[in-house]
Nanobody, 125 residues
Framework: QVHFTESGGGSVQAGGSLTLSCAAPEYVVRSRCMGWFRQALGKEREAVASIDNSGTIAYADAVKGRFSISKDTAKKTLYLQMTSLKPEDSAMFYC???????????????????WGQGTQVTVSS
């Protein structure tokens, strides 16, 4: 069983910022694809951002220009910097890893086999 330790969630006002962190075993951080997903109450889990092992990054249209994904292999940590947060960003955020880099192009939750426990982000207006 893989254990991811996610942190950094919390409650902020609209326009605020948060940085999420996901600590994982080294072999997971070196996975061909890692990503952040989110799931709001009553909605399906959706991809937010992904990064493959060549450094290629993709973002969902809803977060482009506001969120930034990065990975520090030495610290075995995946990050998601979130700025200009909106109430509609409120959700449980999960980090995940996939074995094939191709899954980073159009991330779908069913292609990711390793998941964290999630961290809650709540944005108030």
């Amino acid at each position: 069983q893989v254990h991811f330790t996610e942190s950094g969630g919390g409650s902020v006002q609209a326009g605020g910022s948060l940085t999420l962190s996901c600590a994982a075993p080294e072999y997971v951080v070196r996975s061909r694809c890692m990503g952040w997903f989110r799931q709001a109450l009553g909605k399906e889990r959706e991809a937010v951002a992904s990064i493959d092992n060549s450094g290629t990054i993709a973002y969902a249209d809803a977060v482009k220009g506001r969120f930034s994904i990065s990975k520090d292999t030495a610290k075995k940590t995946l990050y998601l910097q979130m700025t200009s947060l909106k109430p509609e960003d409120s959700a449980m955020f999960y980090c995940a890893a996939a074995d094939d880099r191709v899954y980073c192009r159009h991330p779908q939750s069913y292609d990711f086999g390793r998941w964290g426990q999630g961290t809650q982000v709540t944005v108030s207006s």
